[in-house]
């Protein structure tokens, strides 16, 4: 039997909050419902999932950096770490896997200090203001571009 790929899933800082912070932004899913579709998806499209979040910019890091043996893509909602971590950056550079940035909201049409991501600089595909259907569809980019290199 052969392998599916593997791909990890990252949520930064309060996405555990998803369903209840600002509804009218993020809609009415938990991070529980965003996980279920990314599983539902993921198995349609014959990959596996790790699926995490964490408010903690160096657990993502250390899952990042991992991923590197262990996983064919990345798909990461950084959140506001989108906007202030270098170190993410850093990590996402030296894991050297596909990586598709996702926000559920659309980012450049809030505040300016969301405008710039430095996960952007890094990322092979970027989607924002598609909802949680983003994470579906990042997911079917990911299982398109890793089954090129298999």
Partial sequence: ?????RILVVNGPNLNTLGQREPE???HETLADVETRCRRRADQLGLD????????EGEIVDAIQQARGTAAGILINPAAYSHTSVAIHDALAFAELP??????SQVHRREQFRHHSYVS????AVLAGAG???Y????????ERVSDTN
């Fill in 49 to 56: 999932i790790d699926f995490m979040q964490s408010n903690h």
């Fill in 25 to 27: 932004i993020y809609g």
């Fill in 121 to 124: 600089h890094i990322a092979d």
């Fill in 1 to 5: 039997m052969t392998q599916r790929p």
């Fill in 99 to 104: 990586t598709f940035e996702v926000h559920i």
């Fill in 132 to 134: 949680t259907l983003g």
């Fill in 136 to 143: 579906e569809l990042g997911l079917e980019w990911l299982a």
